[in-house]
DNA sequence: AAATTGACGGTTA
DNA sequence: GTAACCGCCAATT
């Protein structure tokens, strides 16, 4: 079998937390990386949503950044999050306070 | 193996 | 609230 996904195990983590994000939630990257133990590691999860296979079907929409917004490479993404019910302030900014999910709270 | 890049976070101004 | 700089770690080339 050739490997023609040679995924990484790192990414790996983060498509299982990211694929973890319930419908009308949000979770900011710093927010992944902390779940997967790497704090520091923000970056990689956006890394990874961009390598991310779309046969994962990885919510990645529902990710945005610490400040509330969406990705700043992503035109569509704050449509697809009002589709799921998700109400941007005219700011452009997600309400964090209400739709970010907490994973320790479920 | 080395250098560069990167869908970011946090702090400071 | 916005803008700019630094730092952090791993993937990609």
Redo the contacts with the bound molecule.
Sequence with gaps: MQKEY??????IEVYSVVAAIPYGKVL????I?RLIG???????????????PEGLK?P??R?????G??????PQ?RGLLEGEGIVFKP???VDMKKYLWDPEKE
């Excluded at 040679?6 to 990414?11: M, Q």
């Design positions: 040679t995924v990484p195990p790192f990414f900011t990257y710093g927010g990386a790497r704090p520091q590691n923000s970056r990689m999860v956006g890394q990874a949503m961009w390598s991310a990885l990645c929409h990710v945005v950044n610490s400040s917004r969406a990705a700043p490479h992503w993404q700011n452009g900014c």
